[in-house]
């Protein structure tokens, strides 16, 4: 088993910057690909960005330009640099694992609050 731990959210006002995290508890970003999810209330989770092993990124239109994600595999972290935020930013943000296999569990993180506001 797997336990992913995202940290850094909290309160920020319109136009500031966070820096998420997301620890692994065991080596598993150097063979799993790595995703940001939120949810919003009342809304349904929704891929922020991901990176797969291979460093390839992909992210959701709303945030090009203004969000980066990145993995230290050595640290068995994945970050998600988020600037320019926006209150439609607020939301649980979520670390997530995507096994290399579909026989493979899929990991998610507990969730960390990320809430824009003045």
């Known amino acids: 088993q797997v336990q992913l731990v995202e940290s850094g959210g909290g309160l920020v006002q319109p136009g500031g910057s966070l820096r998420l995290s997301c620890a692994a508890s065991r080596s598993i970003f150097n063979s799993y690909g790595a995703g940001w999810y939120r949810q919003a209330p009342g809304k349904q989770r929704e891929l922020v960005a991901s990176?797969?092993?291979?460093?390839?990124?992909i992210y959701a239109d709303f945030v090009k330009g203004r969000f980066t994600i990145s993995r230290d595999n050595a640290k068995n972290m994945v970050y998600l640099q988020m600037s320019s935020l926006k209150p439609e930013d607020t939301a649980v943000y979520y670390c997530k694992a995507d096994p290399p296999l579909r026989d493979l569990p899929t990991y998610w993180g507990q969730g960390t609050q990320v809430t824009v506001s003045s």
């Open positions: 990176i797969s092993t291979g460093y390839r990124t």
